[in-house]
């Protein structure tokens, strides 16, 4: 019986720190998830307008 509860306090001593190790480790796992989900508040470029003036351009200079 004796060696049950030596047992017992030696894993209720360690069982804090196993926790806090454990939670150290999943914050950035489960960050990771909430700071890709808010894409709401990007600024973009307008889409560029293709005018296809550099072709044009490298048939001109292939003939010349």
């Known amino acids: 019986?004796?060696?049950?509860?030596?047992n017992a306090t030696?894993?209720?001593r360690l069982?804090?720190?196993a926790m806090l190790i454990?939670?150290?480790?999943a914050v950035p796992v489960l960050a990771v998830p909430m700071m890709r989900a808010d894409t709401?508040?990007?600024?973009?470029a307008p889409p560029h307008k293709n005018t296809s003036?550099?072709?044009?351009?490298?048939?001109?200079?292939?003939?010349g």
């Open 1 to 6: 019986m004796n060696r049950i509860a030596d």
């Open 10 to 12: 030696k894993i209720l």
């Open 15 to 17: 069982l804090p720190r």
């Open 22 to 25: 454990l939670m150290l480790l």
């Open 40 to 44: 709401g508040h990007r600024i973009e």
């Open 53 to 63: 003036v550099g072709f044009v351009l490298l048939i001109s200079l292939q003939r």
